[in-house]
């Protein structure tokens, strides 16, 4: 695909100026860089808005460069005929449907680190206009009141900060907390001992941020596994006088628990910057006692807003006047002359990285990747940086080929790559071994005559399998029933077995099952499953986008 698609922008440029449509309020930077590089553009700072309009506008462009106000949905990709390269002026993507980009062929660009200092920043003047009633205080004054005794404030130095989800603003939020003389908590499944040690901050579980936070920030992308995990039961779960804020994304509190719990004085404030609807006209959060609310203006100071503007413009006149991909979510960066020989060998590596990633819970210190035979022989660099890829995506959403050895470095896990002439079998062989706090699990596939990737041992244990887009991973003990169990478990479930693969170490003992389902099996099935006499451990895997 990624030949295709960088063959198509080319070849526009080659016939005539490429045209972008920028619908969101981007910064006059964006267009000038634009124009100078030979790109038209239509700015329309509004559109975004306007759902039918955009369906319209988007069908003959080449480009879209949007921030959070453009929603890419499905239907937006299907009316856009001509669409090479969606550029998000920003970080968080969760306004584009990338699994519907890629299939539509669409790049999806983003600007990863422009915007971060700002919103880093914001959640730090969101934490002083709570602990000090700031709004309110500001509103009773200018109203003539002087209520000197009503505004009784929270002193900071010395309290606990508790961050969810430490990467770029996370630890920054962190360093400028460090600063303000606070104890620095977090939890974040990929900050590793050392980093968090390097940083300064106590890394720790869930429950336990909850539970010793005094101020708890949010920055973490809004995905499956983020969403709601400001949950009733942990916001009630926090002491007492505590302070929430939230400069990440809107879905990741339960907005009417948090507003419980500001009404019944079990937190003394929250700062909410995103909202689950936006433009947030109306929410449940409003009204709420030391409630102090921004529209979504994490992002929004000049010095940002022109960082992200110059970078999405140029990086998108690069992809549709040369090709050139970089900071792309759903493309590997590499070469449209390189792009045949590669492809599926670049998949392969991006889908062991992401069946290792899925099954990953603790902090990742390391990863090796060894390569056999003929792949052996190619640019490995882009074939490491897609297995990282893989197995960061699963909880780092923003992570690309071209951010994530980078990433991996400044988060301490070592990225090893062994190079072998061919030992085997296979005529080209990839092996992924990660490295937890806990144990080591390694994965292995090959790329058959066919093109297409597939998994061939996990744990050593030999086996055969496609990257299919519902999968059930199972450990068990190799004895008889076993398949006859999980069989009519299935069954009762009324989930339909595509496939079914075993491997075992020996005889009786440990085995490896992966099974293909026809839909995302539900966490009810997989706890049955689990509770079956031979089973260990069951998990879903998932390999679509
Ligand atoms: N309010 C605003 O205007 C802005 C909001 N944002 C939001 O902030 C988010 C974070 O941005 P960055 O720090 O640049 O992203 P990042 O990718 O550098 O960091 C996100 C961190 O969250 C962690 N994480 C992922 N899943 C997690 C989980 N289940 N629990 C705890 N941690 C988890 C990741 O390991 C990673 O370290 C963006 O995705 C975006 O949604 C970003 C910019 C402006
Ligand atoms: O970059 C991000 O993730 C943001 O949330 C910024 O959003 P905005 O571009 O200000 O609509």
Known sequence: MQQTVANTATATAAKTRPVVLISD????????????????????????????????RIATVDGLAIRSATKVTDKVLEAAKNLKVIGRAGIGVDNVDIPAASRAGVIVMNTPFGNSITTAEHAIAMMFAVARQIPAADASTQAGKWEKNRFMGTELTGKTLG????????????ARGIGLKMRVIAYDPFLTAERAAEIGVEKVE?????????????????TEKTRNVVSRERIFAMKKGAIVINCARGGLVDEAALREALDQGHLAGAGVDVFSEE???ENVLFGAPNLVCTPHLGAATSEAQENVALQVAEQMSDYLLRGAVSNALNMPSITAEEAPILTPFVTLAERLGSFAGQLTETGIKGVRIEYEG???????????????????????QDVNMVSAPTIARDRG????EVRREQQGAYENYIRLTVISERQE????????????????????????????????????????GFIGSIGMALGKA?????????????????????????????????????????????????FTG
């Open 374 to 396: 003929d792949v052996a022989e190619l640019n490995l660099k882009a074939l490491t940086a897609a297995a990282v890829t893989g197995l960061m995506r699963p909880l780092l």
């Open 25 to 56: 309020k981007l910064s006059d930077a964006a267009v000038q860089i634009f124009k100078d590089r030979g790109v038209d553009v239509i700015f329309e700072p509004d559109l975004g808005k306007d759902k039918e309009a955009l369906l319209e």
């Open 413 to 416: 896990i070592l990225v090893e």
């Open 494 to 542: 009324g989930v339909n077995i595509a496939n079914f693969t075993l491997g075992r170490k020996e005889a009786g003992g440990e085995a490896i099952c992966i099974i293909e389902v026809d839909g995302e099996p539900s966490a009810d099935v997989l706890k049955t499953i689990e509770t079956l006499p031979l089973v260990n451990q069951a998990k879903a895997l998932n």
């Open 279 to 281: 433009p947030a006209k």
């Open 441 to 480: 699990r390694s994965v292995a596939g090959t790329v058959f005559s066919d093109g297409k990737p597939r998994i061939i041992q996990v744990k050593g244990i030999n086996l055969d399998a496609d990257f299919a887009p519902h999968m059930i991973y199972v450990t068990n003990q190799d004895k008889p």
């Open 163 to 174: 961050i969810i989800g430490c990467g770029n603003i996370g630890s920054i939020v962190a």
């Open 206 to 222: 869930l429950d336990e941020l909850f539970a010793r936070a005094d101020v708890l920030t949010l920055h973490t992308p809004l």
